[in-house]
């Protein structure tokens, strides 16, 4: 059994000759909430790409509870307990925020299991209680259509928390909400980060502030630093990479 | 996440109650009523109504049905989009036709040809034994195996391959069309062992009971229809289960669906068979009424009239699929009697219509809520007339009519929150 819950060992893609991950090593733990952040093109997408088996990286390794992950397909990713939330809001739009939840949930998932699927009040209790706690109880019976931008975010990432995953990976999960919608994500993100861990993507520095514990800064593919938010924005080479020459 | 496991169940209950709309559970009924509706026309109305020549043509128009209906499940539904539906309908019909041009083919009437007992064209084109692959559709159960085994597999086999290297929306509705245009070509050029341009023609007898005869007919017809609700029953029961809403999941956001944990491959595979096996079963039927299979049911062109049916019908809605397919083969049948040049144009500008106005097709025009605006219009006009403020009470209350849903007939995945 390894120390940490994610171990990225050594890890490198590189598309046509480009390397947009390269030898990177990060650990990531039980219960931390690790924001990833970076100029742009540092790598932080593909970073996560990496991760939830979107793209196969070029060499290294991306261990979770000592399974390999970079030798499984995504939906194995996902069922060996990886969620993965986009930067922009994808939901099922057609279907009613109820729906999308169920969807979520980690039963039936072969063809003739969903055919045969019967709602069972426990399931629709757990989708309930999740619905309140992302904010949309009183919206279970709207289609996902007509949620707004920021009820669409906690609509995912409360599809995620259904699938009970014990790494969630989150891209800028507060792109384009406003103030008050973004505290109340940082609530949600430290409320669920107990038992779990999450790596958040995210360019807003005050919500990183906010919610991470520790931060890595990316920058051409490779680790600048690692360590607290506080100590990091006083590092004069991460100061360099933001503001340039 | 602390409620008591004992209050689970209770607050699930109640939860699902509130779920249970007067919305959904109306789709429901009237998804039933629509259902009977059907099968009163296909079963009573249209034998009580028309001659057998007739009947026999609506039985052509309803094997294409069929194929319209695999479709609404396919693209409609999961947003796959095959141009090629024609392969499986064209491939189940020719395993039904060389069943019955091998009982037509017996020695006895094939006595003046140089091989006797081989089919017609086999001779004429100096094939002097049967091909080894037409052998085992001398058995009756053999064939009716092959009839949906052999579209299915395919399906089965195109759908792996390319949904497991992720292909999809344009490319593999180019992909399909160019297996259809393959056979196509395949079947017209090997002439000795498929009949090549006219098909396999003469077919007589299943089993020594002659298809030709009005009686024949009319069961056949009957035969076809009750398949047919029954593929609409099974299509019902999909659309409702959470399958059903999967479909939806994966037209709206497949990666959303991948990234959830579902193997999207599989599941793109089962809707693309399912469709198939449907096409499959038209087309044995077509070969049964209409007595003979050719390649121009194959090729690019009929399988893209089979999308314009359903998309004519409303490609989400299984009962538009059925009335798209009669109301678009009844115009091909009228439009190639009376004008032959006009038939692609009009029903090039069937689909253009379709889709500037109507993306819902017939399926999508909801009656009632025009009606409501013409009175609306109407009473206005006669307010002004009477120069004085009126309260409209009858038609705008009306449009609060809880049943009313809200868009359309039924074509979407809100037709599930009922499913308990």
């Known amino acids: 059994m390894s120390a940490h819950l994610l171990e990225i060992d050594a890890l490198s893609v590189s598309f046509d000759g480009f390397k947009a991950v390269d030898e990177l090593s990060v650990n990531v733990d039980v219960g931390e909430i690790r924001a990833i952040i970076g100029p742009n093109g540092a790598g932080k997408t593909s970073l996560l790409d990496l991760i939830s088996g979107r793209t196969t990286p070029t060499s290294g390794h991306v261990r979770f509870k000592d399974v390999e992950l970079t030798e499984l397909r995504e939906y194995e990713i996902v069922r060996a307990g990886v969620g993965r939330k986009f930067q922009t809001p994808s939901v099922y739009e057609s279907l009613t925020v109820f729906e999308n939840l169920e969807m979520a949930y980690p039963d039936s998932r072969s063809w003739w299991s969903a055919w045969r699927f019967h709602r069972s009040p426990k399931v629709v209790a757990l989708i309930d209680e999740i619905a309140e706690v992302v904010y949309l109880k009183d919206r279970l019976r709207d289609r ?15 599809a995620l928390l259904i699938q009970r995953p014990e790494l969630l990976l989150l891209d800028e999960p507060v792109a384009g909400m406003s103030v008050v919608d973004r505290e109340k994500t940082a609530q949600l993100l430290v409320a669920l980060s107990k038992g779990r861990a999450m790596v958040v993507v995210e360019h807003d520095m005050e919500f990183v502030k906010k919610i991470a514990h520790r931060v890595t800064v990316l920058h051409q593919g490779r680790v600048l630093v690692e360590g607290q938010m506080e100590d990091i924005q006083k590092d004069p080479r991460v100061v360099e990479v933001y503001l340039g020459h | 996440m602390h409620t008591p496991r004992s209050t689970y169940a209770s607050r699930g209950a109640a939860v699902l109650r509130h779920l249970t709309t007067r919305v959904a559970v109306d789709v429901r009924r009237r998804e039933n009523i629509a259902f009977g509706v059907l099968a009163i026309v296909l079963l009573v109305v249209f034998p009580l109504v028309f001659d057998v020549f007739r009947l026999n043509l609506i039985g052509k128009y309803l094997t294409y049905a069929f194929v319209a209906l695999g479709l609404v499940l396919c ?7 095959s141009l090629g539906q024609g392969v499986f309908f064209g491939l189940s019909g020719y395993c039904m036709a060389m069943f019955l041009k091998l009982e037509a083919s017996d020695p006895a009437s094939t006595s003046i040809q140089s091989t006797p007992g081989i089919p017609d064209f086999m001779d004429w084109n100096q094939i002097t034994a049967l091909p080894a692959f037409w052998v085992p559709f001398k058995s009756f159960v053999f064939t009716l195996i092959a009839v949906p085994v052999v579209p299915g597999v395919l399906a089965f086999v195109l759908g792996t391959a390319m949904f497991r290297r992720r292909v999809g929306g344009v490319y593999f509705a180019i992909i399909t069309q160019a297996v259809a245009s393959i056979l196509s070509i395949l079947i017209i050029g090997q002439q000795g062992y498929t009949g090549g341009v006219n098909g396999i023609t003469d077919l007589k007898t299943l089993h020594g009971w002659d298809i030709r005869t009005d009686m024949a007919k009319r069961i ?5 229809a009750v398949l047919l609700l029954g593929a609409v029953a099974l299509s019902l029961s999909i659309v409702r289960s959470k399958l059903g809403r999967l479909l939806v999941a994966l037209r709206d956001k497949e990666e959303r669906v991948l ?5 999207v491959a599989s599941i793109k595979t089962f809707v693309f068979v399912l469709a198939a096996i449907y096409a499959a079963i038209g087309g044995a039927m077509f070969t049964l009424q209409v007595g003979f299979m050719s390649p121009s049911f194959v090729g690019i062109v009929p399988s893209i009239e089979m999308v314009i049916a359903a998309a004519v019908g409303g490609r989400a809605s299984l009962f538009g699929a059925i009335y798209g397919s009669l109301l678009v083969n ?3 049948t009228y439009f190639s009697e009376s004008f032959p040049e006009l038939w692609l144009f009009v029903i090039g500008a069937m689909f253009i219509v379709v889709v500037i106005a109507l993306p819902n097709g017939l399926a999508g025009l909801d009656l009632r809520s025009f009606a409501t605006r013409l009175v609306l219009r109407a009473q206005g006009i006669r307010n002004r007339d009477a120069s004085g403020p009126k309260l409209v009470t009858g038609p705008a209350a009306s449009k609060d009519d809880p049943k009313l849903p809200p868009n359309g007939a039924g074509a979407s995945g809100d037709a599930g929150a009922s499913h308990a």
């Not at chain 1, 996902?144 to 409360?158: D, M």
């Open chain 1, 144 to 158: 996902a259509e007509t949620l707004g931008h920021g009820e669409k975010q906690w609509l995912e990432i409360g």
């Open chain 2, 220 to 224: 056949l017809y009957c035969v076809n």
């Open chain 2, 330 to 332: 009844f115009g091909k």
């Open chain 2, 259 to 263: 990234f959830t944990g579902y193997d």
């Open chain 2, 75 to 81: 693209w409609g539904y999961g947003g796959i989009l």
